[in-house]
């Protein structure tokens, strides 16, 4: 369950949680073309809160919407700032946010005519999202029936809610057979990414992720590649088969809900040791270490706020 916060961000003012409601004829509703994005905030070890890559989120959050053809009223600064304020007046030293853009009602067919597009800014207290443990221990995860979207049939790039059909999809299959998290393969049999998770392998201590190809442009998959180069480690971005994985060292998932969240288990194969690898947990570590801004070289990425 999410756990409510007082106001909601929508449309230019923050309004009372329970009334950020639309009408049931809202056109995203009906067929799925809106875009979101999903951004934590941290509280600092020094004191003091910070929204961890809060610009590049929301220029992903443009894009997307540019990509879908949906022109939203507001600049990506007055986004940025309604994001600071919406926490601040939610009293959120730590959580996570929640932008959406959907077209609202007025015409009905497919074609949503110049139906509004309409923003809201939610946020709540959200702690580790596949859990401590997970964190801690890693995830068994399982490679999905479902396919990842091919690259011209949705837009692999835009954080549309329609192609989330897909994901949950996934992620249901994965759990009612008893795994923590589906692997997607993308339609030529390549692995792409998890049900809202960018994918890295370990072998012989190179690091290796899938290319951009199918998946999702992810900021966390985007942090951890320049983290591991500035740690030492070698990262390159290539394709990968099920196989490969099966055989890693070591592979974890990131994302902004997921962190970095080691697998260890992937279609009752076991991954290395069967348990978090080491070089998941150092970057893990130093993963914190930047959303909690204990290390100034990454401070450019933190848009500091205090409630
Ligand atoms: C949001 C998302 C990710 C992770 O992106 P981050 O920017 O790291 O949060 C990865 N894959 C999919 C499909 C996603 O929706």
């Not at 959120?92 to 853009?101: D, F």
């Amino acid at each position: 369950m999410v756990q409510k916060a007082e106001s909601i961000w929508f449309d230019g003012k923050l309004v009372p949680w329970d009334q950020a409601q639309v009408h049931v004829l809202t056109h995203t509703l009906h067929y799925g073309c809106g875009v979101f994005e999903g951004i934590r905030a941290y509280r600092l070890t020094g004191g003091g809160s910070a929204v961890y890559r809060l610009k590049e989120h929301i220029h992903r959050h443009f894009n997307s919407a540019k990509i879908m053809e949906m022109k939203i009223p507001f600049t990506e600064a007055e986004i940025c700032d309604a994001v600071i304020a919406t926490l601040k007046a939610n009293k959120l030293a730590e959580g996570y946010i929640r932008p959406l853009s959907f077209i609202g009602a007025g015409a009905m067919g497919v074609f949503p005519g110049d139906n509004p597009i309409q923003t809201i800014i939610a946020t709540w207290p959200w702690g580790a999202y596949l859990g401590d443990e997970a964190l801690e221990k890693g995830i068994r995860v399982k490679t999905s029936t479902f396919t990842r979207h091919h690259v011209n049939v949705m837009m692999t790039k835009a954080k549309t809610v329609g192609n989330y059909c897909n994901s949950i999809l996934a992620k249901r299959e994965a759990l009612a057979d008893g795994y923590h998290e589906a692997l997607m393969l993308d339609t030529e049999g390549y692995v792409s990414e998890a049900s809202g998770e960018n994918i890295f392998i370990v072998r012989g201590g190179r690091i290796k992720t899938t290319p951009l190809t199918s998946i999702l442009d992810g900021l966390t998959r985007n942090t951890l590649i320049a983290l591991a180069r500035d740690l030492g480690y070698e990262v390159i971005e290539e394709r990968f088969t099920r196989d490969e994985l099966y055989s890693a060292d070591e592979a974890f998932f990131c994302g902004t809900a997921a962190e970095v969240t080691p697998i260890r288990e992937v279609d009752r194969r076991t991954i290395g040791e069967g348990k978090a690898g080491a070089v998941a947990k150092h970057i893990q570590r130093e993963y914190f270490k930047i959303v909690k801004g204990e290390n100034p070289k990454y401070d450019a990425w933190l848009d500091k706020y205090d409630i």
